[in-house]
């Protein structure tokens, strides 16, 4: 078989590209390893829920690894049984690195935070991209194209379900932090409506990361259904791609079909004229070095694997007074941020703590400026990748996220939580949700993501991005690939 242009993934940069080769006339093959989340399982659900994960939470897992692990101290994990599940907890050497798995990538398992950067902070990011022209065009198109949509402020400020957002609110503004709304891909009029009691809910469950049941225009609601709806693209679900070669008129790919125990059920081929890498940070970076080391394509250039950074993820959390309640009820999708960014390097999300009781707790996930940043590369006695990160290269995001609580906490006569990250454990320093980094722009590819060595290859995702973005990084790696495949539709079709 042969195809003009074979995308592999379906997260953001994935169906992106898709969606705009799609309408400039390209036939399209997508291959996704996750499954397609559109089928029911026994309980009526497609999606298991937050409080007891089932197998459909972990991808390949005996055991759940959820990112608070602690609750009062004890350990919450379960065992269960391995299954293509929806979420990622990719363990590598200091760090397990949270991806979604399935037709719609990260949308799947994340938590909707829409947000657009300041465009004062995007030289910071992204240094070689001209500015201008992402804040004019398309930070608006990936914007519009997402759904992303804003909380009625008349609602929120009234709802239970945000009382422990309005608690964050206060807490930071107390200290004289500045407090943001942030926008969501969640649909906050559907949200009014699970408050009423007149729509099934999602949010308010809460469900999020192991997926939602309604309510969130994921991936598969936007980008994903206009580009089927063009004709042009098939998806294959449950297909890996595990290696690309050159080939007489292109590439050779060779892609690997697995059962949902991860079995391999058959092993195929196809010719791809041009090949997208739009497997995420962490799923690019590995298969470029792993081919780069092989020789596959040992022409890529040495920046390949290099600029991986974790967007200075870092979680903690607060205990309160009795007087300020956080609420057994809680949204599932945070709402709003405390912007320390320019003072102290850090913008900390308030985020809910799904216990279903009362626990006098506030939690945050803070995105910070830490300038540690790590680099894959290929062991040929394992047979994988491997990444030098250490749980010591956390230190500056703790001193940066320090700057926001320990203010708060001197002014509130509060302390931190010790019992949700492990027993006597203050900083959830163990894990990222926001891999980026690892084939960076300009970097291993041009400016416009082409792969540096091989015409015909590019690299699409969150891997372009060297390791920061300043807050959520979804918006952003879905404006940088509108612009990049604009570019590539014009002159390399
Ligand atoms: P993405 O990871 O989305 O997609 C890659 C796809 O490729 C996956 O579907 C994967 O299965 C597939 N794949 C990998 N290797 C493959 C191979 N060899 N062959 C075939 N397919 C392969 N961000 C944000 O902005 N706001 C938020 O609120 C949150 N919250 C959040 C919560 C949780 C729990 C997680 C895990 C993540 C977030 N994020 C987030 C992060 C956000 O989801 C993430 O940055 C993007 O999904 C990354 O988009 P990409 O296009 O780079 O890859």
Do not use: C
Request: charged share 20%; no cysteine.
């Amino acid at each position: 078989a042969s195809v003009p242009a074979l995308v592999t993934g379906t997260g953001y940069g994935g169906a992106v590209t898709a969606l705009r080769l799609a309408q400039a006339g390209v036939s399209v093959e997508m291959v996704e390893m996750g499954r397609s989340w559109d089928t029911p399982g026994s309980d009526g659900k497609v999606f298991s829920s937050l409080l007891s994960p089932d197998h459909r939470a972990y991808w390949l897992r005996t055991r759940t690894k959820q990112p608070l692990s602690n609750f009062l101290g004890f350990p919450i994990d379960r065992n269960v049984t391995p299954y293509t599940g929806v979420l990622d907890a990719e363990e590598f050497s200091g760090i397990t690195i949270y991806q979604g798995r399935g037709v719609g990538g990260g949308s799947l398992a994340n938590g909707g935070m829409a947000v657009t950067p300041r465009q004062s902070r995007f030289s910071q990011i992204l240094p070689t991209v001209n500015a201008a022209e992402m804040y004019a065009t398309y930070y608006p198109r990936a914007n519009a194209t997402l759904g992303v949509n804003h909380v009625d402020q008349t609602w929120w400020e009234q709802s239970a379900y945000y009382k422990y957002a309005r608690v964050g609110r206060k807490h930071a503004q107390r200290s004289g932090l500045e407090f943001v709304m942030v926008p969501n891909v969640y649909d906050f009029e559907y949200m009014k409506k699970e408050q009423a009691g007149t729509a099934p809910k999602s949010a308010l469950l809460p469900e999020v990361i192991y997926g939602n049941n309604a309510g969130k225009r994921d991936l598969s609601k936007t980008y994903l259904a206009q580009a089927k709806a063009t004709g042009k693209v098939r998806i294959s679900a449950l297909h890996e791609v595990v290696d690309v070669r050159p080939a007489a008129g292109g590439y050779t790919v060779t892609i690997r079909e697995i059962n949902t125990s991860g079995q391999t059920v058959a092993t195929k081929t196809v010719t791809a004229a041009k090949v997208f890498f739009a497997a995420g940070s962490v799923g690019t970076s590995k298969l470029l070095v792993k081919l780069r080391a092989t020789g596959a394509l040992p022409g890529l250039n040495d920046e390949v694997g290099r600029g991986w950074g974790d967007n200075g993820n870092i979680m903690v959390g607060r205990a309160n007074h009795m007087w300020d309640a956080t609420g057994a009820k809680q949204s599932s999708m945070p709402t709003g941020g405390i912007d320390h960014w320019d003072v102290g390097g850090a913008f900390a999300e308030v985020a809910p703590i799904p216990a279903g009781i009362e626990t006098y707790a506030s939690l945050y996930l803070a995105i910070t400026k830490n300038p540690n940043r790590a680099r894959f590369t290929y062991n040929a006695a394992t047979g994988r990748v491997d990444l030098d990160w250490t749980t010591a290269m956390k230190q500056p995001a703790i001193t940066m996220a320090k700057s926001i609580f320990d203010k708060i906490n001197k002014k509130e006569g509060t302390i931190y939580r010790t019992d949700l990250f492990g027993p006597a454990k203050t900083w959830g320093d163990t894990f990222t949700y926001h891999p980026l980094g690892g084939a960076v722009l300009d970097k291993a590819t041009d400016n416009h993501g082409r792969l540096k060595g091989y015409a015909g290859l590019y690299v699409m995702d969150g891997s372009l991005i060297p390791g920061n973005t300043t807050v959520n990084p979804f918006v952003t790696i879905t404006a940088l690939a509108e612009r990049n495949i604009e570019r590539i539709v014009a002159t390399d079709f």
